[in-house]
């Protein structure tokens, strides 16, 4: 049974920076499309970042380009979020997924979800 575990997030002021990590178990990330999504109060989950392991594909949404980024470590079996440049509207808690295929990642048909890691930025 595949498992993952997320750390990482926090308390931070706008502006600052955090790295979420999501360890698989029971499994290789390379195998899956994975993802992190993020839910805010009263609000839909929401995709942030997913990629394609088998071509590098990469999708951000719009309101965090150029200020996250996603990456892999295949030694720790562990796919990270970098979160820089912190704004008040990124409080959430974020959500590590791996679907079985890139496809599936976009209907959110997610074969395994993270429990989750609170990020709270103060503004």
């Known amino acids: 049974q595949v498992q993952l575990v997320e750390s990482g997030g926090g308390l931070v002021q706008a502006g600052g920076s955090l790295r979420l990590s999501c360890v698989v178990f029971?499994?290789?990330?390379?195998?899956?499309?994975m993802g992190w999504f993020r839910q805010a109060p009263g609000k839909e989950r929401e995709l942030v970042v997913a990629r394609n392991w088998s071509n590098g594909y990469t999708h951000y949404a719009e309101f965090v380009k150029g200020r996250f980024a996603i990456s892999g470590t295949s030694a720790k079996n562990t796919v990270y979020l970098q979160m820089s440049g912190l704004k008040a509207e990124d409080t959430a808690v974020y959500y590590c997924?791996?679907?079985?295929?890139?496809?599936?990642?976009?209907?959110?048909?997610?074969?395994?979800w993270g429990q989750g890691t609170q990020v709270t930025v103060s503004s």
């Open positions: 997924a791996a679907s079985e295929t890139w496809g599936d990642m976009w209907t959110m048909k997610i074969a395994y």
């Open positions: 029971g499994g290789t990330f390379s195998m899956y499309a």
